[in-house]
């Protein structure tokens, strides 16, 4: 089994900061990829971020350099740094991970629960 479990949501005003963590724990040889994507209602899931076991990241255009991710491949964690916050960036942002839990498997994506995140005067 295979968990990823995310903490740090809640609510923030229009211009506040907010740290999301990702802890993956279970039976996994080698994570290639973790990050975040976020979903609201009627809309698909989008990418937020992702890093790299190498470092090599990758975010979404509407993050336009107010967001950081960074990652403990030693922990199997990951972390995003969320500033300059907006109303519009409220959604459901869920933890991802792309790992191998065997040397003879092959990767599969994994995905956490959830955690909400509120931008609101």
């Known amino acids: 089994q295979v968990q990823l479990v995310e903490s740090g949501g809640g609510l923030v005003q229009p211009g506040g900061s907010l740290r999301l963590s990702c802890a993956a724990s279970?039976?996994?040889?080698?994570?290639?990829?973790m990050g975040w994507y976020r979903q609201v209602p009627g809309k698909q899931r989008e990418l937020v971020a992702t890093?790299?076991?190498?470092?090599?990241?990758n975010y979404g255009e509407f993050v336009k350099g107010r967001f950081t991710i960074s990652r403990d491949n030693a922990k199997n964690t990951a972390s995003l740094q969320m500033d300059s916050l907006k109303v519009e960036d409220t959604a459901v942002y869920y933890c991802?991970?792309?790992?191998?839990?065997?040397?003879?498997?092959?990767?599969?994506?994994?995905w956490g629960q959830g955690t909400r995140v509120t931008v609101s005067s």
């Open positions: 279970g039976s996994i040889l080698t994570i290639w990829s």
């Open positions: 890093i790299t076991s190498g470092g090599s990241t």
């Open positions: 991802y991970a792309n790992l191998r839990r065997q040397f003879w498997d092959i990767f599969h994506d994994y």
